[in-house]
Every structure is written in structure tokens, then in C-alpha cells.
């Protein structure tokens, strides 16, 4: 009798554990996700967008690419490197699945371009029809414009260089035509 006690004791001790593991390393995601919050905005919105990106509703394997390589130190940051470089690759999946599944926020300019700009179409090869991304390539659609513009910039001129078909892509355009793309992209 006493077996069977234990036995059953034992056996909804896992039982709960098994359940409450899952909530529990949710909410211990949740919490690491706050420090994100800081600079990518508790609500969504990055509190400068000019500089930071929109992490909500992004891209999840983008999200993990980025997260990895500051984490490898492949793409520097002095911001971001010491925020995820204690965080195991799990935890960085984690956070990645985390932010994608939050809504994108709201606020696109209420007069976007009237037509794609013509170096602009190749772009939806990979980021998508509507520029809403898709594997492994971001969301560029409500980004801000000084964002584009830096993040072009910085592949054109080899400062950032985690994505070899980006580099090659912003220095076959001229700044103009960078420029250009911001604009259409951030009034998306």
C-alpha cells in the first residue's frame, strides 16, 4: 500500500512537472523578453525607431539568425552582444518564437508610394510579395525609413556583412536608389 502511495505521489509529481516545465520556461522567456522591451518598445514600437528595429511579429528564423550572430559575434553590436551573450541558442529560439508570434504594431503612413520602385521588385524574392518577409528573410514593410536607409548603408559599405547576398545587392545600387527603397519600404 505504501508502494502505491509513493508510486502515485511520485508519478503526479512528474505529471506536474512535466506540465508546469513548459509555463514555467515560458514565463522565464517572457521575462528575459522584458530587457528586449527596453529598446525595442514593451508595445512594439521601438522607442527609436530611427535606430531599432521592430522585433514584434518579425520573422522568427530572421530573428534567431540575427540573435546567433551577435551572440557568435559575428554581427557586432555594443548593445546587443552583451544582452544575448550569456543566453543559450535555445533561449535565443525561445525569444525568436517569442517575438514573432506578437502582432506587428500598427501606424503605416496613410500614403504609401503608388508604385514599387524598379530595383525594389527584386527584393520580394526574398522578402516577400507584400516586403512581409518569410524564411530567413526579414519583414521590411513599417520599418523606419532612417532605419532602412542605416541598415542599406551599412551592407553597401561592408560595416555589416552577415549576409553576403545583401552586401552584393546594396552595392549594385547607388545611394539614390537605396534612398529610394527606404522611402517605398518605410511608407509600406
Same mark, same amino acid.
Given at each position: ?51 531599432? &528595429?521592430?522585433?514584434? =511579429?518579425?520573422?522568427?528564423? *530572421? %530573428? ?9 559575434? @559575428? /554581427? ?61 528573410? &526579414?519583414?521590411?514593410? =513599417?520599418?523606419?525609413?532612417? *532605419? %532602412? ?9 561592408? @560595416? /555589416? ?28
Amino acid at each position: 500500500m505504501f508502494t502505491r502511495l509513493l508510486s502515485t505521489i511520485c508519478g503526479a509529481g512528474i505529471g506536474f512537472a512535466v506540465v508546469a516545465a513548459p509555463a514555467r520556461a515560458a514565463d522565464d522567456i517572457a521575462t528575459k523578453a522584458q530587457e528586449c522591451g527596453v529598446c525595442h518598445g514593451a508595445g512594439g514600437t521601438p522607442v527609436d525607431p530611427k535606430t531599432t &528595429p521592430i522585433i514584434w =511579429g518579425q520573422q522568427s528564423s *530572421y %530573428l534567431y539568425k540575427e540573435l546567433q550572430n551577435y551572440h557568435s559575434g @559575428e /554581427r557586432k553590436s555594443p548593445v546587443m552582444q552583451p544582452v544575448v551573450h550569456d543566453f543559450s541558442l535555445a533561449d535565443l529560439r525561445a525569444l525568436a518564437d517569442y517575438f514573432a508570434a506578437k502582432p506587428w504594431p500598427a501606424g503605416h503612413p496613410a500614403n504609401p508610394p503608388p508604385a514599387i520602385p524598379e530595383k525594389a521588385v527584386m527584393c520580394r524574392a526574398c522578402h516577400g510579395q507584400n516586403f512581409e518577409g518569410g524564411p530567413p528573410a &526579414p519583414r521590411l514593410a =513599417g520599418l523606419s525609413y532612417e *532605419y %532602412l536607409a542605416g541598415t542599406m548603408r551599412s551592407f553597401a559599405t561592408d @560595416e /555589416r556583412t552577415n549576409n553576403g547576398d545583401m552586401s552584393k545587392f546594396m552595392h549594385a545600387l547607388t545611394d539614390s536608389e537605396r534612398d529610394t527603397i527606404a522611402r517605398y519600404l518605410a511608407a509600406q
